[in-house]
Nanobody, 125 residues
């Protein structure tokens, strides 16, 4: 059974950086395309970034392009989200997710099969 555990969240000042990690257990992450999502209080969950199984393509939401970067290390069974130039609007609970589907420009936002519990990111102004 696939389990996903996120880490790396915390409190940071605007303009700062954080790197989120998501580690998979129970399966080999190389078999899954991976995504990052976030949900702020009172808002719907939104896609942030995603990466194909072999890392050959990545996708980022317009709101984070140029600031966030998704990457993966299949040898460590881990996917990352490097977040730079953080803004208060980036405050949210961040989730990673896995799917056996391959990702394309029109489909990277979902659906996903497995989800982690989330890690909180809070950006102060």
């Amino acid at each position: 059974q696939v389990q996903l555990v996120e880490s790396g969240g915390g409190l940071v000042q605007a303009g700062g950086s954080l790197r989120l990690s998501c580690t998979m257990s129970g399966r080999t992450i190389a078999s899954y395309a991976m995504g990052w999502f976030r949900q702020a209080p009172g808002k719907e969950r939104e896609p942030v970034a995603a990466i194909r199984r072999n890392g050959g393509a990545t996708y980022h939401a317009d709101s984070v392009k140029g600031r966030f970067t998704v990457s993966r290390d299949n040898a460590r069974n881990t996917v990352y989200l490097q977040m730079n130039s953080l803004k208060p609007d980036d405050t949210a609970l961040y989730y990673c997710a896995a799917t056996t589907r391959e990702l394309f420009t029109s489909t990277w936002s979902g659906p996903y099969d497995y989800w982690g519990q989330g890690t909180q990111v809070t950006v102060s102004s």
